[in-house]
């Protein structure tokens, strides 16, 4: 179902970019980037879930709301699949179509279990 959503540049990108995290490590130390970590892994599923409510109550602004959020969080911490992801889905909302954005949803929940391993890993390595 996502063959019709449009490709934001930056598709032949990786899906993590551990420079992102070592920039925030060189600005804030580990302390600060154990913290953003933990602040991304417990918020995230609560966006993803404000996106799926916006879809089935038929809210495109919840839906742009939502994944515009989690699109910026995900880019500071390196996510970048899961940042392109968010981006689709914040274009198509914008547009106030939710026709194809279900399934891009449901991609994005899967993509998030994805960057919480490697970002877990990530903060695992910051306490050893």
């Given at each position: 179902?996502?063959?019709?959503?449009?490709?934001?540049?930056?598709?032949?990108?990786?899906?993590?970019?551990?420079?992102?995290?070592?920039?925030?490590?060189?600005?804030?130390?580990?302390?600060?980037?154990?913290?953003?970590?933990?602040?991304?892994?417990?918020?995230?599923?609560?966006?993803?879930?404000?996106?799926?409510?916006?879809?089935?109550?038929?809210?495109?602004?919840?839906?742009?709301?939502?994944?515009?959020?989690?699109?910026?969080?995900?880019?500071?911490?390196?996510?970048?699949?899961?940042?392109?992801?968010?981006?689709?889905?914040?274009?198509?909302?914008?547009?106030?179509?939710?026709?194809?954005?279900?399934?891009?949803?449901?991609?994005?929940?899967?993509e998030f279990t994805r960057v919480?391993?490697?970002?877990?890993?990530?903060?695992?390595?910051?306490?050893?």
């Amino acid at each position: 179902m996502t063959d019709s959503i449009p490709s934001p540049a930056g598709d032949d990108l990786p899906a993590t970019d551990s420079a992102s995290l070592d920039r925030l490590r060189r600005f804030g130390g580990g302390k600060l980037l154990r913290e953003m970590i933990e602040l991304y892994v417990a918020t995230a599923p609560e966006r993803i879930a404000a996106a799926r409510a916006g879809v089935e109550g038929g809210s495109a602004n919840a839906v742009e709301m939502a994944l515009h959020s989690l699109k910026s969080s995900s880019a500071q911490l390196g996510a970048l699949r899961m940042q392109r992801l968010c981006e689709k889905g914040e274009l198509i909302a914008r547009e106030g179509s939710l026709e194809t954005i279900d399934g891009l949803v449901a991609l994005i929940g899967e993509e998030f279990t994805r960057v919480q391993v490697w970002l877990e890993g990530a903060r695992n390595s910051e306490n050893a």
